[in-house]
Nanobody
Framework: QVQLVESGGGLVQAGGSLRLSCAAS????????MGWFRQTPGKERGFIAG????????DYSNSVKGRFAISRDSAKNTVYLQMNSLKPEDTAVYFC????????????????WGQGTQVTVSS
């Protein structure tokens, strides 16, 4: 079965950096669109970054553009989210997910989700 396992979350001071990883198994990673989302208590899960099968960037949310970078390594079946210049408002649970098209990915209409990893940014 498909499994997505996120890692790399933690506590960081404002202005710091973290790199999240999402290891995928049970799917043809080289042909799968991947994305990162985040959710805070009381809010809906929101799209923040997406990447196509060949590494083409699909989009970033305005809130992270210029600070976060999504990438993938097909040899490791892993997608990454490099997060720089972190702000307290970036505090959330971060999820990776798969989708079958870019519009579906951006809308959060995803086939599989990971369990999430907590990122906390202190001021």
């Amino acid at each position: 079965q498909v499994q997505l396992v996120e890692s790399g979350g933690g506590l960081v001071q404002a202005g710091g950096s973290l790199r999240l990883s999402c290891a995928a198994s049970g799917l043809t990673f080289s042909s799968t669109l991947m994305g990162w989302f985040r959710q805070t208590p009381g809010k809906e899960r929101g799209f923040i970054a997406g990447i196509g099968p060949s590494g083409t960037i699909i989009d970033y949310s305005n809130s992270v553009k210029g600070r976060f970078a999504i990438s993938r390594d097909s040899a490791k079946n892993t997608v990454y989210l490099q997060m720089n210049s972190l702000k307290p408002e970036d505090t959330a649970v971060y999820f990776c997910a798969t989708a079958t098209s870019s519009p579906m990915l951006v809308r959060g209409n995803c086939g599989y989700w990971g369990q999430g990893t907590q990122v906390t940014v202190s001021s």
